[in-house]
């Protein structure tokens, strides 16, 4: 299995993740192909493809915030099972993630990631994979070591329609694993700058802003 970093919607390998994205995720979670030419040319937004003879099996897109000293994972896609794809994938990430430390002379303090609440979300097939279930997936993080947020979170969709979504927890996996909560200024600004590419913000993610402005930590929970 190879891991192969896409740049370009003009890219193969795009097309192909691109559509194994439609299939696994709800549409307002899928940002339209062509508004994909500028986030994918950029080169803190890392997207990688697991290609299987010739085939995209499995995709994962992460980026680095050294000034917050903090990763996010945006998503990972596994279309199959048995294949070893979420593992390649982990390993091939956490590698990347390394490198990207060391470049900018800092150590993370952790990772942020979006994850569906299986009771939320059980009108989703999520492609008919078993391993994108919302179940499956929470479990997967879970034995990872995040864990969610203490706080109601909501995200503007990627339709670019301003709707709020809020079938998702925001997790973090601790650097150090007995850490028990981060500072809620870290969220905030880490939230703004992740989602400063989509213009229209629901009220409900600017009153989820303001109250962690007001807030001085949150705590990490079980997920």
């Not at 995720?25 to 940002?31: G, N, Q, T, W």
């Amino acid at each position: 299995m190879d891991y192969i970093r896409v740049t370009s919607i003009e890219d193969p390998y795009f097309t192909a993740m691109h559509a194994m994205m439609r299939k696994i995720f709800p549409p307002e979670e899928v940002l339209a192909f062509e508004l994909w030419k500028e986030p994918i040319a950029d080169p803190s937004i890392h997207v990688y493809v697991a290609v299987l003879d010739g085939e995209v099996v499995g995709a994962t897109e992460y980026r680095y915030y050294p000034e917050l000293r903090v990763a996010m994972t945006d998503f990972t896609i596994i279309s199959a099972l048995s294949k070893g794809i979420g593992r390649f994938l982990f390993v091939e990430r956490q590698k990347d993630i390394v490198r990207l430390q060391t470049a900018s002379g800092t150590v993370a303090i952790g990772m942020f990631a979006e994850i569906y609440n299986p009771h939320a979300t059980s009108s989703f097939s999520f492609g008919d994979v078993l391993a994108m279930h919302p179940a499956v997936r929470r479990e997967v993080l879970s034995h990872l070591g995040y864990r969610k947020l203490d706080l109601e979170y909501v995200h503007p969709s990627w339709d670019h329609e301003g709707k709020a979504v809020t079938e998702l927890d925001l997790s973090f996996l601790p650097a150090d694993n007995k850490l028990t909560h981060i500072p809620a200024a870290l969220v905030s600004e880490f939230l703004r700058q992740y989602y400063e590419a989509l213009p229209n913000k629901p009220k409900e993610w600017l009153k989820m802003i303001a109250e962690l402005d007001a807030r001085e930590t949150i705590d990490l929970m079980p997920l």
